[in-house]
Structure formats: C-alpha cells, structure tokens
C-alpha cells in the first residue's frame, strides 16, 4: 500500500479511537490530544521521539503554567497586567529556548506546542486563570490537564505510526 494511503488509514482509524475515547471520559482536551500527535511526528515519528515529545510538550506546558502562576501577583504597583505578562512571557521563552541545549528538550516546536497548549486552556477555560484552579490536585489544574492530554496524543501518534510501519510493509512484501 502506498504511504500516502496507509498514513490516512492508519491515522484516521487511531484519530477515531482517540476520539470516541476522549470524549467518554470528557475530561482530556481532545485538541491537545491531536496537538501532541502532531508534534510526535514533527519530532520524528519514531520511538526515539516518544519520550522527546513527551519531555518537551511536559516542560512547555510547566514553564506556562509558572507563568500563569506568576502573572496572579505582579509585584510592580502601577505596572499596567499586560506589560506584566508580556515581560513573564519573553523571559520564559528565553529560558524555555535556552533550556534546549539539555538534550532531553532539545525539541523546541515540542516545547512551544505544550506552551501554547496550556495558555489556550487558560485564555478560554472560565475560572482556569485563578490560584484556586491553578494551584489544584486535579484536572482541574491546567498542568496535569495539559500534560496527561499530551501524553496521550503522542501515544496515540505512535501507534498511528506502527500502523503505517505495518501497512506499509504489507504493500512491500506483496
């Protein structure tokens, strides 16, 4: 089978799994779930990039979730919120790019993808942008929120690819 042919097949049938799961349980962020996907082949593809994707989605989405946490209590009186954060923000991202050298998050788009992730949930999530939900043991903590969304996606995007593996070679031994 061509790969083109098996990459649809194989995807669309674990993105139809994933999504009737997903929403069964209706806690996992179905969208973070494909974000990591994505990110899991644009890291690769392989097992190699499993635990890479998992590490690098993980560490963005904390480095966000420490900005969320810092933006609460902005220490300088009459500095305008937004100048705040936009100051948190560059200074993470320096730091989150800088922190890449280490070469278990040497993925930075995998970095960005759970960054982004997370201040998605944040911006659009009544009540997510608060200490009480913040700072939460639950799912209702956009960190374990994020990072179990995405570690699940990049399961999911590995057993996609086994299927292209398997597919694929089906077409050749033919």
Known sequence: MPAIMAMAISVGFFGGIAT????????????GVFTAWASFFAAGGDNKAIMLNIACNSFGSLVAWAVA?????????GLPGP?????????????FVLSSQIPALGFVPGI?????TTFAYLS??????AYEALLSASL???LPLVVV???????FGAASAKGVGILSARSEAA
Do not use: D, H, K, R
């Open 20 to 31: 009737w799961s997903v929403l069964s349980v209706g806690t996992i962020l179905l969208w």
């Open 69 to 77: 946490v810092l933006a609460l209590s902005n220490p300088v009186p």
């Open 83 to 95: 100048a705040w954060i936009g100051i948190l923000v560059a200074a993470s991202i320096i730091f």
């Open 112 to 116: 960005v993808f759970g960054y982004a």
């Open 124 to 129: 659009q999530t009544p009540g997510a942008f």
């Open 140 to 142: 209702q903590n956009v």
């Open 149 to 155: 969304s995405m570690a699940i996606g990049t399961v």
